[in-house]
């Protein structure tokens, strides 16, 4: 069974900091990785997506990486804004449902 | 593109009563998703359309919880009788293939 996890639960950064955010899973028998951006009260925003054969994806100031032999994926944020602030959620696709960890609540203060 | 388009946004109702959501996925997306997020938690899969038909429903409460695919388009997702832990939640996905795609979810609470 697959079991995602996130740490920290909670960060807090000043404007402007780079910071990196973990993502780490027990079975690497995975089709893709996805990382999401809830806002509070809000759906899911997805914000890449990482097939089983690559490596990292990028979006703007956004990067995410994939290492399945050591079970773990980082989401890096550069530059980060208030904007930012948000909970981001990481979810494993395997051969069976998306399996979500719990989320990082980022707070990034001006 | 139009997103994934969920109602209603916020539902207050006591135990025991019924309650319906709606969910109309993103033109052409074949596979739709029911999620049911708590409070301090990541969403947990309840059930997966493929088209009109049930590919996961293992983590649905199927005593009280349904759900219908009508025509593989719109999709309801039903509770009765509603419990307290049924607070949450409910976010509907689709996806074309691979990347899955959210609506602003139905937030639920049970008094």
Redesign the interface.
Known sequence: KQE?TQIPAALSVPEGENLVLNCSFTDSAI??L?W?RQDP??????LL?I?SSQREQTSGRLNASLDKSSGRSTLYIAASQPGDSATY?C?L?GS???V????TKLTVNP | EAGVAQSPRYKIIEKRQSVAFWCNPISGHATLYWYQQILGQGPKLLIQFQNNGVVDDSQLPKDRFSAERLKGVDSTLKIQPAKLEDSAVYLCASSPLNEQFFGPGTRLTVL
């Open positions: 995602v089709y893709n996805q999401f009260g809000k759906g899911l925003t997805s997506l097939q959620l979810a696709g069976e449902k998306l979500f960890g719990k989320g």
